[in-house]
């Protein structure tokens, strides 16, 4: 069964640090899509980022980068001079591939709370 | 024009009652979701439909029935609601298979008294 392990369940950090969400996975299949998400306080679930098994690439998008590691079964986000409205809970997720095709649901992680402080 | 929209976002309701929650997408997606989140923030898939066929019921009461009339609509309807159902319940939808991102509505918060 697949599983999504998000340790941290909330961090604090003052504004313009560093930080970094973790997130472990588990799946017995070789296809297999991570994702993160982002639930700022007003509540929706928005979409910050996808990535296939087959892609161990770590991707940059302006102060957002990943870390997929396969061998350690790891998707790490790290948000860099972070910023007030940075301050959310993150998902991050895993859908696997179903056999004969068609669609699949995420499995979650439990979410860490972000709090950046001013 | 939004995407993946949600009636009601509010619903308070009594023990014991029948409600529904409506969801449209504009996307011309082929697979459509529904998610409960607890009052922990945890989100589990409970639904999903393809080209309006059911293709994942995970363990939830069968008292809780999604019903598709076509490819861009999924609604769910929850009979003898239970204090327990209180969540926020966000549809989604995505293009097709698994590898795409799903899109989600703003969420429906059901609070049952």
């Known amino acids: 069964a697949q599983k999504v392990t998000q340790a941290q369940t909330e961090i604090s950090v003052v504004e313009k640090e560093d930080v970094t969400l973790d997130c472990v996975y588990e799946?017995?299949?070789?296809?297999?899509?991570l994702f993160w998400y982002k639930q700022p306080p007003s509540g929706e679930l928005v979409f910050l980022i996808r990535?296939?098994?087959?892609?161990?690439q770590n991707e940059i998008s302006g102060r957002y980068s990943w870390n997929f590691q396969k061998s350690t079964s790891s998707f790490n986000f790290t948000i860099t001079a972070s910023q007030v409205v940075d301050s959310a809970v993150y998902f991050c997720?895993?859908?696997?591939?179903?056999?004969?095709?068609?669609?699949?649901?995420?499995?979650f992680g439990k979410g860490t709370h972000l709090i950046i402080q001013p | 024009d939004t995407a993946v929209s949600q009636t009601p976002k509010y619903l308070v309701t009594q023990m014991g009652n029948d409600k529904s929650i409506k969801c449209e997408q504009n996307?011309?997606?082929?697979?459509m979701y529904w998610y409960k989140q607890d009052s922990k923030k945890f989100l589990k898939i409970m639904f999903s439909?393809?080209?309006?066929?059911?293709?994942i019921n995970e363990t939830v009461p069968n008292r809780f029935s999604p019903k598709s009339p076509d490819k861009a609509h999924l609604n769910l309807h929850i009979n003898s609601l239970e204090l327990g159902d209180s969540a926020v319940y966000f549809c989604?939808?995505?293009?097709?298979?698994?590898?795409?991102?799903?899109?989600f509505g703003p969420g429906t918060r059901l609070t049952v008294l």
């Open positions: 439909y393809n080209n309006k066929e059911l293709i």
């Open positions: 989604a939808s995505s293009p097709g298979p698994s590898y795409n991102e799903q899109f």
């Open positions: 990535r296939n098994s087959f892609d161990e």
């Open positions: 996307l011309g997606h082929d697979t």
């Open positions: 799946t017995r299949d070789t296809t297999y899509y």
């Open positions: 997720a895993l859908s696997e591939r179903r056999s004969g095709g068609g669609a699949d649901g995420l499995t």
